[in-house]
């Protein structure tokens, strides 16, 4: 879409007030903010964004003392990022060349270089806005009350305020960094001691090393004596070794020949151990024998002795068989009665 307002042609040479008309709401405040006037973001306008899409331009061409100027917004934006590209050029012999400052600032598509090539033009936005401009919702100029609140629009004060906080965060990081660095510092002193120490260990070290080198060349004579002394030792011991063999066969021999020895003797103990158990089951049966016949002595004593006792009770023996045979004679007799 695009939209053309040409107020040369729409406009009177004789009119003194030129006015949009029109339903509140449709658009008349916005469009004399976003086209009517060169700012890039005006005051009372949240997000000009909002109203070009994802690409706009917004060109305006107006008339300052006697000086042609042409003020070009290119807007772009997706939906992470949001661009400007403006351009301020003034009518020049040639045709439209970008605005010059005296400080060789030039208008070069750059945002920031576009707003100081208009200040110096134009002024102060907060100015223009208060004196040439005024939008419906703006507080008017005889509405003001506080004449602090007034210098700070017309001076433009509230960037400085902005500026003063922005100066505080900074401050704060200057500090932070500042300890930071402080502590980097005292870190360094202490590697610079470190360094001073290990110098100094340095030096003594290289004051003791022809010290060391000497005992290393009394080292190595030493290692060379007992390098040869060892080499006669492992001389020594290989003769050891040749006469440890020739024990230790000595050795063998000499345990199998006491195997053997102990082998004999183990077989001259067992017979004389069968002849001495030979002897001894004799000697048992002999005993045994004599066992049985003093046993069986005793047991002819026992009955003889009997015998005699019972010759010696002969008497009452006989006398109690005849009580019992009277006994039994007298018993029927009594049942029968």
Known sequence: ?????????????????VALTGQNGTGKSTLFSLALTPWRIPPHIDDPYAHFGSEGLRELFFSHGTEQYRSRIVYKQTPKTKNQKAFLHHQGPTGWEPYLMPDNTVSDSKASTYDRCLEHLLGAQSLFYLSAFRSQGAVKLSEYENAKALMEDLLSLHEPKHLRKKTKLVARE????????????????????????????????????????????????????????????????????????????????LAETRVRHRAEVIRVEGDILKGGERLEQAKNASITSHGRLEARKQSVENRAFRAEQLLLRKEEIDFAVQRVQTLNQTIPTTEAE
């Open 1 to 17: 879409d695009e939209l053309t307002m040409d107020l040369d042609e729409l406009v009177p040479d004789g009119a003194v007030t």
């Open 174 to 253: 200057i500090r932070r960094a500042f300890e930071a660095t402080k502590d980097a510092a005292a870190a360094l002193e202490e590697k610079k001691e470190q360094t001073g120490t290990l110098a100094l260990q340095i030096s003594t070290i290289q004051n003791e090393t022809p010290r060391l080198a000497e005992e290393k060349t009394a080292a190595a004579s030493a290692v060379a004596i007992a390098q040869a002394e060892l080499a006669a030792a492992a001389t020594a011991e290989g003769e050891n070794v040749r006469v440890r063999k020739q024990r230790e066969d000595v050795e063998v021999q």
